[in-house]
């Protein structure tokens, strides 16, 4: 199975800030590493897919980046609504896999 | 737009088997475009995927789930299920169905249901 590590796994950040989330995996998975966001109560929203494409309606604050292994979501000036949760998950290999999440907390 | 509802019970006693059902809206799940999965999440916890389906009938398990877990098309309805068998406690979570599986991530997502083992 290819597991995926996330950190950190809390994050406490102010609005405006830029947060950086990594997520790397035990093994290749092929640029095939989606980012899904997470809020209370609510289902996980896939936000970015192939390592770095923004879904339709995602904001241009969201950004990701891939180098080998390692995984990174970038919010560039966080705002009141992206205080959340924020899983990747690889699509290459069975097992599909979830890190275990990052929570954004308001600082 | 693609949407996904799940239905069925909301508690579930210790032994017995947890069912699911997602209707699909919006599009065909019999189409060789996509896959169709659960996803479940514990309480407080992270997500973890139970299984997917593929319109031909092909079925993913997840190796640590796989001897209990049975997932399944209705193409008549535009529906998929799950069966979980020999629930315990650990299985209390809120299951969601997804669109995703193979060489695409999950999404959209279905609001999710929580299920309660519990006698």
């Known amino acids: 199975d290819i597991q995926l590590t996330q950190s950190p796994s809390t994050l406490s950040a102010s609005v405006g800030d830029r947060v950086t989330i990594t997520c790397r995996a035990s093994?290749?998975?092929?640029?095939?590493l989606a980012w899904h966001q997470q809020k209370p109560g609510k289902a996980p929203k896939l936000l970015i897919s192939?390592?770095?494409e923004l879904e339709s309606g995602v904001p241009f604050r969201f950004s990701g980046s891939e180098f080998g292994t390692e995984f990174t979501l970038t919010i560039s000036g966080l705002q009141p609504d992206d205080f959340a949760t924020y899983y990747c998950?690889?699509?290459?290999?069975?097992?599909?896999?979830f890190g275990q999440g990052t929570k954004v907390e308001i600082k | 737009q693609v949407q996904l509802r799940e239905s069925g019970p909301g508690l579930v006693k210790p032994s017995e088997t947890l069912s699911l059902t997602c209707t699909v809206s919006?599009?065909?799940?019999?189409?060789?475009?996509?896959?169709w999965g659960w996803i479940r999440q514990p309480p407080g916890k992270g997500l973890e995927w139970v299984a997917s389906?593929?319109?031909?009938?092909?079925?993913y398990y997840n190796p640590s789930l796989k001897s209990r877990v049975t997932i399944s098309l209705d193409t008549s309805k535009n529906q998929f299920s799950l069966k979980l068998a020999s629930v315990t406690a650990a299985d209390t979570a809120v299951y969601f169905c997804?669109?995703?599986?193979?060489?695409?991530?999950?999404?959209?997502w279905g609001q999710g249901t929580l299920v309660t083992v519990s006698s």
């Open positions: 997804a669109r995703g599986g193979i060489v695409a991530p999950f999404a959209p």
């Open positions: 919006g599009g065909s799940i019999n189409s060789s475009a996509h896959y």
């Open positions: 389906v593929y319109f031909r009938g092909y079925t």
């Open positions: 093994q290749s998975v092929l640029s095939r």
């Open positions: 192939k390592a770095s």
């Open positions: 998950q690889q699509y290459n290999s069975y097992p599909w896999t």
